[in-house]
C-alpha cells in the first residue's frame, strides 16, 4: 500500500475545499456557531474539520472507504493484520482488546504494574483478573516488567486463563522479554496483549526498543498522542496472528467505539501514521540524540541519578528518551520537586512521585526545552543547597514491594454491596469497595474486592502525606476510603 497516502487527511481537505450544506450534527454546523470565547482560542478552521465519519468525511453509506482504508495502510505499516483507530484513547482500546478475549467469569491474567484501564474493565465486565507480579528494583523502588518464569508459575496455576495483559514499555521506558513471554503465551494457546501506549513508535526507528509485534505479541495497543504527535485521546489497536478472533475483536471495537467519532483525531491519526512509515528512522533518531545528550547533563548534576540500560533486569530494554531522576538524595519529595518546578520555572514532568520525576522527550521537544528543564533543575539543586528547609522533608516511605494482592470478595459484589468510610488509618483488615490509582501513572494499589493490609495502609498513608495524587477516590480530600460494611 502507499504510506504516502492519508485518506482522512485527503478527505479532511475535500471538505474544506468544498464544505457541504449540513442539516445534522455536529450542531455547530462547522463554526458557523462557535460557544463564545472559542474563536480567538480555537479558530473556526478546527471547527471545519469537527464534521462526522458519514456524510461529512465520507458520504452516507462511507463509500470512498476512507477510514477503512487508513486502517489497512495503518495495519501495514505497523506490519500487522489488523488496525483500528480509536478516539477514547488507549483505555478503550484496552478495553476493546480485553473484550475480545475472555467473557464474564473467565480468567485473564494482568500483570501488577498495568494501569487502571485493564482492572477497570475486569471489575466491570466480571473478569477473575489474576495479577501477575513484576520485578521490582528494590534499590530504586521502580516497578519493570514480567519475568518469564513467574509468567509461566502463573499459567500452570491458572491455565483456564484466555490472555495475559502486559505494559511494556513500562511508563519508566522499560520493555519486558517479549519474545520469552510470547513463547509462553503460545505454548499455551493464549495471546499476549502488549500495553505498548507509550511505545507506538517504536515500530518506525531502529534507535529505540523493538516493537512487540515483531517479537511475537498478537495485540498491541498504543497512544499515538503520547509520543507520536497525533492529538489528545487518538490510540491505535493493532493484531497479528491467529490466535486474535479478528472478528470478534472487530465487533468489540463497534461495541465501544462511539458513532460519532472526532474526525480531526482520526485524521491525525492517519497523518501520525504516514510521517512514520515515511520518516520515522530520521524523526526519532534525532529526537533520541536529543534525550541522549539531556541524560548526560542531567545525570552529572549531583546528587541526581538517571536510570540507564546497565540498571535493567535481563531480556529488558531501555526507550531513552523516558529521563527517569531518582531525587531521593535530596531529602524530599519528588511531588514537591515537580510543583517547585512548575511554580519556579513553568517546567512540567510527565510524572512524579515520592522518590522520582519522569521527563519525556518526544517529537515535539526542543533544544529550549531542554535547557529549561536543566537550568530549572540545576536552580532548585543550587536554592537546596543554600537553603535545606526550601522544601519539605521527605518522610520514611514502604517499598511498592511490600504491597499484595489478596481479593477477599469478587470485585462486582464489593463495588455494588452495602459500604462504608473509614479513616486510611484505620483500613487494615477491610475490603476495598473502591479503586484506589496514585496517578500517574494510574496504576491501582487497591481495587474493590481486594483485603486491605497493614502495609498498603503505610504505603498509602506515606505517599498522600508526600504529596501524591490519586485519581478520583470517592473521598477527594483523601482522608477516607470506601470499604465493604
Not at 36 to 52: H, I, P, S, Y
Not at 180 to 187: Q, R, S, V
Request: glycine share 8%.
Amino acid at each position: 500500500m502507499d504510506q504516502k497516502s492519508a485518506p482522512l487527511v485527503e478527505a479532511l481537505a475535500s471538505i474544506e475545499r468544498n464544505p457541504p450544506v449540513g442539516f445534522g450534527a455536529p450542531g455547530h454546523n462547522q463554526g458557523a456557531a462557535m460557544p463564545n470565547g472559542l474563536r480567538g482560542l480555537l479558530g473556526r478552521r478546527l471547527f471545519r474539520a469537527d464534521v462526522l465519519t458519514p456524510k461529512g468525511l465520507d458520504d452516507r453509506t462511507e463509500g470512498a472507504l476512507a477510514l477503512q482504508r487508513a486502517h489497512e495502510i495503518a495495519a501495514e505499516a505497523w506490519n500487522a493484520d489488523f488496525c483500528r483507530f480509536v478516539t477514547g484513547g488507549s483505555t478503550q482500546s484496552l478495553h476493546t482488546v480485553m473484550a475480545a478475549v475472555a467473557a464474564p467469569g473467565e480468567t485473564i491474567l494482568i500483570a501488577a504494574n498495568a494501569h487502571k484501564a485493564e482492572r477497570t474493565y475486569a471489575l466491570a465486565a466480571g473478569l477473575e483478573a489474576i495479577i501477575v507480579p513484576v520485578v521490582i528494583d528494590a534499590e530504586r523502588d521502580i516497578e519493570h516488567g514480567v519475568a518469564p518464569e513467574v509468567l509461566r508459575a502463573a499459567l500452570a496455576n491458572h491455565p483456564a486463563a484466555r490472555a495475559f495483559v502486559l505494559v511494556s514499555p513500562t511508563y519508566y521506558g522499560v520493555t519486558s522479554d517479549i519474545a520469552a513471554l510470547a513463547d509462553i503465551c503460545h505454548d499455551h494457546g493464549i495471546p499476549l496483549i502488549v500495553d505498548a501506549a507509550w511505545g507506538g513508535a517504536f515500530a518506525f526507528c531502529t534507535a529505540l526498543p523493538d516493537d512487540p509485534l515483531t517479537k511475537g505479541a498478537d495485540v498491541a495497543v498504543y497512544s499515538a498522542h503520547k509520543t507520536m504527535g497525533a492529538l489528545a485521546q487518538g490510540s491505535v489497536i493493532v493484531a497479528k496472528g491467529a490466535l486474535i478472533d479478528r472478528q470478534r475483536l472487530w465487533m468489540a471495537y463497534e461495541l465501544f467505539e462511539t458513532t460519532s467519532p472526532s474526525v480531526p483525531i482520526l485524521a491525525s491519526l492517519d497523518a501520525a501514521r504516514r510521517d512514520h512509515a515515511l520518516r520515522g528512522e530520521q524523526l526519532w533518531s534525532d529526537v533520541v540524540a536529543l534525550a541522549e545528550g539531556a541524560r548526560e547533563r542531567i545525570a552529572a548534576m549531583a546528587p541526581l541519578r538517571v536510570l540507564g540500560p546497565a540498571e535493567l533486569p535481563a531480556g529488558a530494554d531501555l526507550d531513552v528518551t523516558k529521563i527517569l531522576l531518582d531525587v531521593s538524595a535530596l531529602g524530599v519529595a519528588g511531588y514537591a520537586v515537580d510543583d517547585w518546578l512548575y511554580a519556579h520555572h513553568r517546567v512540567s514532568v510527565g510524572l512524579s512521585d515520592a522518590r522520582h520525576l519522569l521527563a519525556v522527550i518526544s517529537l515535539g521537544t526542543t533544544r529550549a526545552d531542554l535547557r529549561a528543564l536543566e537550568h530549572a533543575l540545576s536552580d532548585l539543586l543550587a536554592r537546596l543547597e543554600a537553603e535545606p528547609d526550601l522544601l519539605p522533608p521527605l518522610g520514611s516511605i514502604p517499598s511498592v514491594a511490600t504491597l499484595s494482592v489478596d481479593m477477599a470478595l469478587p470485585g462486582p459484589r464489593a463495588l455494588n454491596g452495602p459500604a462504608e468510610m473509614v479513616r486510611y488509618e484505620d483500613a487494615a483488615g477491610r475490603i476495598a469497595a473502591e479503586m484506589i490509582a496514585p496517578a500517574p501513572p494510574g496504576v491501582p494499589r487497591l481495587v474493590p474486592g481486594q483485603r486491605i493490609s497493614a502495609e498498603h495502609v503505610a504505603w498509602l498513608v506515606a505517599q498522600r502525606d508526600a504529596g501524591a495524587f490519586i485519581m478520583d477516590p470517592v473521598d477527594p480530600t483523601e482522608t477516607t476510603l470506601r470499604v465493604v460494611s
